[in-house]
């Protein structure tokens, strides 16, 4: 019997995130001026001006406590794949290091274990010479074009091969990697906004390797293009600013929004408002309410912040809605929804009430005020509520 099981695509996909996760911490912690690269020369390789620096294999195993034997195909598919580099004069051995870097356990006296960086552990002539008995001896199928690509190299090269090689095992899992990242992250920005800056910044940073890997990698990505996003995040996270997230948000086609949530809509039509300036209204009503919602969940807003907000911004609107009434020079249609739709132009291109000093994009205040209008606790049309309720008592009829 098949079982779906076999076919789980969950372990490889876990070694694709963690590659790219482990890229972003190896690169947090370079050099400004080292530029990294993944699934270009290795899984993740380091560059100094254009030249290789460090090719790095990375081996994740999340469930269980996998055991870097001498045999293991994690050591030789790696052995096998910097031979060939060493073979087709990809790399040269005189100024490069090759590093595999595992959640695997290397047993005491395994060739892995004679590979540490620690001086006291590693002994490469002893490596050497157990990497060239097992090729010689071992008759592992899955394992035979590796150890033909291994002793297809001469002697010399064998040696200045495994001379530059490391192995670090027991290394931190992918979620142990996000926490490392978090260590990295401490200094940038207060620690009750850690988590959030993490968050932002892997997404950043998945965008990035996902472009990077879309251009056959053909461009690497340097430790300065990261800090200044990282110090983009910082100035985000104020008290008197707070991040901005949703600027590629694509809002929804109008026809497929559900009655209760297009009274905004009515609201504008209720003034002539265009369609294409609808449009845009709908892209800041749903923009913002991702972004109110998202500060919500990271916890970034004191307390009854939202509701001192929109206090705010009926406070603003009433002052305007009233001296609009007051200026009707008589009470005909046209001349109602002339001054309504002026008095929405104002809002969607004047007004600059901003919920923080330095939180100044648009689409804050605008979807707000859409949200505010939505609940018919501001409008444009001055009879907007007698006009409108009748769409909201089916709303909530349709809720009910």
Known sequence: MIK???FSANAQALGYFYQARYALYM?????????ISIEKLDDIAFEKDGTPIELIQTKHHMNSVSSLTNSCSDLWKTIRIWSTAVQNGEVSTESIKFTLITTGVAPEGSIASKLYPYQEY???????SLLNEVAEKSTSHSNRMAYEVFLGLSEIQREQLISCVYVLDASPNIVDTKEDILRELRYATRPEFKEAVY????????????QHLSSDSLNTISQTEIVDYINDLQEQFHQDNLPIDFLDYIAPAEESIAEHQRVFIEQLKLVAVSQPRIQKAISDYYRAYEQRSRWVRDELLFVNELEMYETRLIDEWERRFEAMKEDFEDDSEPQIKKAGRALFNWMDQEANIHIRPR?????VMRGSYHLLSNQLRVGWHADFINRLENI???SLEGVR
């Open 359 to 363: 939180c100044t994009e648009p689409y």
């Open 199 to 210: 968050q932002r910044l892997e997404g950043i940073w998945f965008n990035k390797v996902i």
């Open 27 to 35: 690169l947090l912690k370079s050099n400004p001026d080292l530029h």
């Open 4 to 6: 779906i099981t076999d």
């Open 392 to 394: 909201i008592e089916r």
């Open 122 to 128: 590693r002994d490469v002539q002893t490596a050497l």
